[in-house]
């Protein structure tokens, strides 16, 4: 199985890469995902999948094999954008390949690990290994700004319901077993406007702010930080006020406060309290409504909890199989310093997932962006190998 899984992808590797390349050269900016979602369902049906769909949030979702063991492959379509193109050494939006490299703004975040899941499932129902099997393709929308909530459609609204998720985010191979989850919230404090020239009638909400930002200094040494730790920064800081001689009606802050797995909502509301005792403040969880591509609007509640799946699972298992199959080396497990599409299908709804993707994430969201191309044909094995290796473990 192995060895004809290699013999396919090596037959493709041409047609692989230039696929990845293909999606490179069509911008995809969040909320702008049309041409790409055209280009992917496009390339979808090319292939021979079972099923194709775009839904009405804009996600593509393709399905190869019509068995009972539901296996997704999430990556999303959605980059960052191009502020900076002066300073590149190549076209952002080129798809250029050289030493060994695709360039281009989201060649690895995540368009290579997509072209490598797309020709995977293709390739495995080629070689008949796709028994009592569905495959899940799905390219979500928007994850660079709405976390985890194009997925929470796929599950809540198009009822994909499957037992085991790779999300296809970076790891340069690695299997990510678990990260942070992560908080935005605000911390308001009131105030009485008055005149600059008279202060003393009024209520200055700064001042009380202070004291908070004091607490939340307080609270940022204390917590442990690092790829399993709570931490905590204030990353933005706003006024209400008439004019620049008026004393604010109210002051707010912004934080960003990274959980760990014990960190919940009722952990955290505790904790943000605590914060503003004996102020006259209030804090909340920051809510950003957005718009897909389609126009279906899309709210992020911007509470996204922590999660971490048992080394000794099921899928773990066969993650760690595959990988080693195909890299000739020991696979490494890591706990993932930034934040994916699984705060939804492991931390919300429990569902185990692992994340699997060619190239590293310090190179993504940077100019001169790139993806190692071998790392995407070993990818594409890695997940052709997944899916025929699941059943097989899960039975046995």
Not at 68 to 75: G, K, L, N
Not at 359 to 365: L, Q
Request: net charge negative; glycine share 10%.
């Amino acid at each position: 199985m192995r060895e004809k899984i290699h013999k396919a992808v090596m037959e493709r590797q041409a047609e692989i890469l230039e696929f990845a390349a293909d999606m490179v050269r069509c911008p995809s900016m969040t909320g702008e995902e049309g041409e790409m979602a055209k280009l992917v369902a496009g390339k979808m049906k090319q292939l021979g999948y079972d099923e194709v769909k775009t839904d009405r949030m804009g996600n593509v979702i393709g399905r190869a094999g019509n068995g009972p063991d539901r296996i997704m492959f999430d990556s999303h379509m959605d980059t960052v954008g191009v502020i900076d193109e002066e300073d590149w050494s190549v076209d952002p939006f080129g798809g250029e390949m050289r030493e060994g490299r695709l360039f281009g703004r989201g060649s690895v975040d995540m368009k290579g690990a997509l072209a490598a899941s797309i020709y995977a499932a293709a390739i495995a129902r080629e070689l008949g290994l796709l028994s009592e099997k569905s495959i899940f393709i799905t390219a979500s929308v928007m994850e660079e700004d709405y976390d985890g909530q194009a997925v929470r459609y796929l599950l809540e609204e198009e009822h994909l319901n499957p037992e085991a998720v790779v999300i296809c985010e970076a790891t340069e191979l690695s299997i990510g077993y678990g990260h942070r989850g992560r908080a935005l919230l605000q911390i308001t404090a009131r105030g009485q406007s008055v005149h600059g020239s008279c202060p003393e009638l009024g209520v200055n909400p700064v001042y009380s702010l202070s004291r908070i930002i004091d607490r939340v200094e307080q609270l940022a040494e204390k917590l442990p930080g690092g790829p399993e730790g709570g931490s905590v920064a204030v990353t933005g800081l706003s006024c209400v006020t008439a004019s620049a001689n008026s004393v604010p009606e109210s002051a707010t802050i912004t934080l960003d406060r990274r959980l760990s797995l014990e960190e919940d909502e009722s952990y955290i509301s505790r904790e943000m309290e605590e914060l503003i005792r004996e102020e006259d403040a209030f804090w909340e969880i920051t809510d950003i409504p957005g718009t897909s591509w389609r126009g279906e609007p899309i709210l992020l509640h911007s509470f996204l909890p922590a999660w971490e799946i048992a080394a000794d699972s099921v899928l773990v298992q066969c993650a760690k199989t595959a990988c080693e199959a195909v890299t000739g080396k020991r696979a490494s497990l890591e706990k993932m310093g930034f934040s994916t599409n699984a705060v939804t299908t492991a931390g919300i709804y429990k569902i185990p997932t692992v994340v699997i993707g060619p190239g590293s994430s310090k190179t993504a969201h940077m100019r001169d962006e790139f993806c190692p191309l071998d790392e995407i044909l070993q990818a594409c094995e890695i997940y052709a190998n997944l899916c025929a290796l699941y059943k097989e473990k899960k039975r046995g």
